[in-house]
C-alpha cells in the first residue's frame, strides 16, 4: 500500500502523462479485443462485437486468477462457455481461442532472436569459464 501512495503522489502533478497512459492502455485493449473479433470473423463465428467486448476481460481476468499455467484449459472452456451463450459453436470458439495463442505466440517470435544471439554469446565465456575451473 505503501508503494501505492507513494506513486499516486509522484504522478499527482503528472495529470497529462497518466491520461496518456490510461488513453494507450484503452487502444490496446481496443486493438486486442479488435484481433480476437476478427479471428472470430474468420471462422465464421457471427457474434456481436459488443459481446466481444463484454466477455474479453472476463476471460482474461479468470484465466490470469486460476491457478493454471498461462490460463491453460481456462480460457479456451471460458471462450466455449460464453460465446456459446452468445450462439457460438463450441469448435469455432475454442478456435478462436487456440488462434489467439499462437497470434501471440507468432507476434512474440521475433524477440527471441536477440535472446538467442546474447546466449551464443555467452557460450564462449562460459566454455572458457568451466575449462579454468576443471583440474588439469
Same mark, same amino acid.
Given at each position: ?53 463484454? +466477455? ?5 481476468? %479468470? /484465466? $490470469?486468477?486460476?491457478? &493454471? ?5 481456462? *480460457?479456451?472452456? !471460458? +471462450? ?5 451463450? %452468445? /450462439? $457460438?459453436?463450441?469448435? &469455432? ?5 487456440? *488462434?489467439?495463442? !499462437? ?7 521475433? /524477440? $527471441? ?22 583440474? $588439469?
Amino acid at each position: 500500500i505503501k508503494k501505492v501512495d507513494d506513486a499516486v503522489f509522484h504522478y499527482h502533478r503528472h495529470k497529462w502523462q497518466l491520461t496518456k497512459c490510461i488513453g494507450m492502455g484503452l487502444l490496446v485493449w481496443i486493438w486486442t479485443v479488435g484481433g480476437i473479433y476478427l479471428l472470430g470473423q474468420s471462422v465464421s463465428m457471427q457474434v456481436k462485437l459488443i459481446d466481444y467486448f463484454i +466477455f474479453a476481460p472476463i476471460i482474461f481476468t %479468470a /484465466g $490470469a486468477v486460476f491457478p &493454471s499455467i498461462a490460463g491453460l484449459g481456462v *480460457l479456451e472452456g !471460458l +471462450f466455449q462457455q460464453l460465446f456459446g451463450m %452468445a /450462439g $457460438a459453436p463450441a469448435a &469455432s470458439a475454442v478456435a478462436v481461442c487456440l *488462434l489467439y495463442r !499462437l497470434n501471440c505466440l507468432a507476434v512474440s517470435l521475433p /524477440g $527471441a532472436i536477440p535472446l538467442f544471439q546474447e546466449f551464443s554469446s555467452l557460450k564462449p565465456a562460459m566454455e572458457e569459464e568451466e575449462s579454468a575451473i576443471e583440474p $588439469a
